[in-house]
């Protein structure tokens, strides 16, 4: 059967606006005008009136973690309770008050952020946390990922003491007497990840339908995904089998592309020799490149920098592999026919994988590799070159923005800070960008995502930095949808809305290449329609 889409203004993402479309079996086989839509009408065709909705193709996550996503959605959601220690001290408690918990069963939340408290400027302690309950073990972790923090419970059952040896790649803080504050950086956090029950095979396809059912109301059909070490208990098979038990069921409904997070070269060969590697899969479910997690973040200082913090003169951050490690892995990777994506902040850490990446594309050349730099933040203009003359995919995080603008010139100095977050260099140096959220790191809202790259300000208007590598409407667009397939090497299947492609695509009550900037966070998704199938429409 043959669906007829007509009256609207569909931003076909490569070839301009159009004002039709016609879908069968899950692909466009025409788009044009209403009029020749409308000759493809059959008795039985299905026509759809658009009324003058804006209609682009679904938008691309190239960089999240889906099943993270899933399991925070069930946490306590302290980013909404983070304005001070205090709020987020009560946010907990409330939690708590609301569930019916088995003795040591462990409380987590997720989201808050030291640099929003406006009673103290520090992190949390296994104090604070100790105020909100010493009988349950808490574990609560920063918005960004690369710390947590948990409450003296939760350190008894880990086991973790004054005589606890720190660990390579990470770090936990401890106070003038070796006692451990609670507070865990970047490897570390396994110290306590360690304790915590894994879910059981049904709870985890669940975090996953219900991580890609929020995403679909984002407006998002296809994400790339960082899930293997989420629980560090749960091996990468399980997780694989997760994806494809919902695929088979048909109740997957965004499709992905997994970056394989291995830590180790013993796991990557094992998962070689299991016949995994980039590529292999389904439309819906395909594994992607080995990812590897270089250093943590800028807001926990944990970014690794060539040069000392401006304002934490003591630390460069962390770096969680040493160049001899990424030697071994991406030469591995590579060699095996793999795509590598590696989590780089700092510019320290891209200097040494661009170092690694480059002498294993000497060794072992290969035009299409499209290995990447995950978050890209931190650029000098010799990285800005090296990625040029590399041709490396760089996955960049405009919604970041929203937050950094805030601290980037304190942490770094006006100086360094001038070629960061340099979307539209990337684009002049002919430099491939795909454009993601880090979720939940944020909220997967690709129009907040879109706002910031364009306008170069917080969502509520603090700004502009470095106006001049504004993207335009278009240019964010494409970023969260032909340049996302590009990352996965599917641009000829999905991406745009093209004859042969997959008819995933999203319909908005607004066009927003054609309405002030700052109101494209208020656009809404109207729904989400993935291989022609609707899987969200927004009730009113």
């Known amino acids: 059967?043959?669906?007829?889409?007509?009256?609207?203004?569909?931003?076909?993402?490569?070839?301009?606006?159009?004002?039709?479309?016609?879908?069968?079996?899950?692909?466009?086989?025409?788009?044009?005008?209403?009029?020749?839509?409308?000759?493809?009408?059959?008795?039985?065709?299905?026509?759809?009136?658009?009324?003058?909705?804006?209609?682009?193709?679904?938008?691309?996550?190239?960089?999240?973690?889906?099943?993270?996503?899933g399991y925070s959605l069930n946490m306590a959601k302290l980013g909404e309770k983070t304005t001070s220690l205090e709020d987020m001290k009560n946010a907990l408690i409330e939690f708590i008050d609301s569930r019916d918990l088995r003795e040591n069963e462990w409380i987590s939340g997720r989201g808050w952020n030291h640099d929003y408290f406006t009673d103290v400027n520090r992190f949390p302690t296994r104090y604070d946390l100790d105020e909100v309950s010493t009988k349950h073990p808490i574990c609560i972790i920063r918005a960004c990922g690369h710390v947590c923090v948990v409450n003296s419970k939760a350190l008894e059952l880990a086991g973790i003491n004054k005589g606890t040896p720190q660990c390579e790649g990470g770090a936990f803080d401890i106070d003038e007497n070796q006692e451990p504050l609670g507070i865990f950086r970047e490897n570390a956090l396994g110290l306590i990840y360690d304790n915590i029950p894994s879910p059981d095979k049904d709870s985890l396809?669940?975090?996953?339908?219900?991580?890609?059912?929020?995403?679909?109301?984002?407006?998002?059909?296809?994400?790339?995904?960082?899930?293997?070490?989420?629980?560090?208990?749960?091996?990468?098979?399980?997780?694989?089998?997760?994806?494809?038990?919902?695929?088979?069921?048909?109740?997957?409904?965004?499709?992905?592309?997994?970056?394989a997070q291995l830590t180790d070269k013993n796991e990557l060969e094992e998962f070689i020799k299991k016949g995994y590697k980039t590529g292999i899969g389904s439309d819906y479910f395909k594994i992607g490149p080995l990812k590897l997690l270089g250093d943590g973040s800028l807001g926990a200082r944990t970014a690794y920098l060539s040069e000392p913090y401006s304002d934490d003169d003591s630390t460069c951050g962390i770096a969680i592999y040493n160049q001899e490690q990424f030697d071994e892995m991406i030469e591995y990777a590579h060699k095996e026919g793999m795509q590598v994506a590696i989590h780089a902040i700092g510019d320290k850490i891209m200097a040494m994988i661009v170092k690694s990446i480059k002498k294993s594309l000497e060794k072992y050349p290969r035009e299409n590799h499209r290995h990447g730099i995950v978050h890209c933040q931190i650029t000098?203009?010799?990285?800005?070159?090296?990625?040029?003359?590399?041709?490396?995919?760089?996955?960049?995080?405009?919604?970041?923005?929203?937050?950094?603008?805030?601290?980037?010139?304190?942490?770094?100095?006006?100086?360094?800070?001038?070629?960061?977050?340099?979307?539209?260099?990337?684009?002049?140096?002919?430099?491939?960008?795909?454009?993601?959220?880090?979720?939940?790191?944020?909220?997967?809202?690709?129009?907040?995502?879109?706002?910031?790259?364009?306008?170069?300000?917080?969502?509520?208007?603090?700004?502009?930095?470095?106006?001049?590598?504004?993207?335009?409407?278009?240019?964010?667009?494409?970023?969260?949808?032909?340049m996302g397939a590009y990352a996965s090497f599917e641009e000829d299947i999905k991406g745009s809305i093209d004859c042969g492609k997959a008819s995933d695509f999203v319909i908005l009550d607004k066009n927003i290449l054609n309405i002030d900037e700052t109101e494209i966070k208020n656009v809404n998704i109207l729904s989400t329609y993935l291989d022609g199938k609707c899987v969200y429409s927004r009730q009113i």
């Open 380 to 482: 000098t203009k010799d990285l800005l070159d090296k990625f040029r003359e590399l041709k490396l995919h760089g996955y960049i995080q405009s919604i970041f923005l929203d937050y950094d603008i805030n601290i980037i010139e304190e942490r770094i100095g006006k100086e360094r800070a001038k070629s960061t977050y340099n979307f539209k260099t990337f684009l002049d140096n002919e430099t491939t960008i795909s454009n993601g959220s880090d979720c939940p790191v944020e909220l997967p809202n690709v129009l907040n995502g879109i706002q910031c790259a364009v306008t170069r300000r917080t969502l509520d208007g603090k700004g502009p930095f470095l106006k001049d590598q504004s993207l335009s409407v278009e240019e964010a667009i494409v970023s969260f949808t032909t």
């Open 205 to 259: 396809k669940n975090m996953i339908y219900e991580a890609c059912k929020s995403l679909n109301s984002y407006g998002i059909t296809s994400a790339q995904t960082d899930d293997f070490i989420v629980f560090p208990n749960l091996n990468y098979q399980s997780i694989i089998d997760a994806y494809e038990e919902l695929e088979n069921e048909g109740n997957l409904t965004v499709k992905i592309y997994e970056q």
């Open 1 to 69: 059967m043959k669906s007829l889409y007509y009256n609207g203004e569909v931003f076909t993402v490569k070839n301009g606006i159009k004002e039709a479309f016609v879908i069968e079996d899950k692909k466009f086989i025409y788009v044009g005008s209403n009029e020749e839509a409308l000759l493809y009408k059959e008795d039985d065709s299905e026509l759809i009136d658009l009324d003058g909705k804006f209609v682009t193709a679904g938008f691309n996550d190239s960089h999240m973690h889906v099943l993270g996503y």
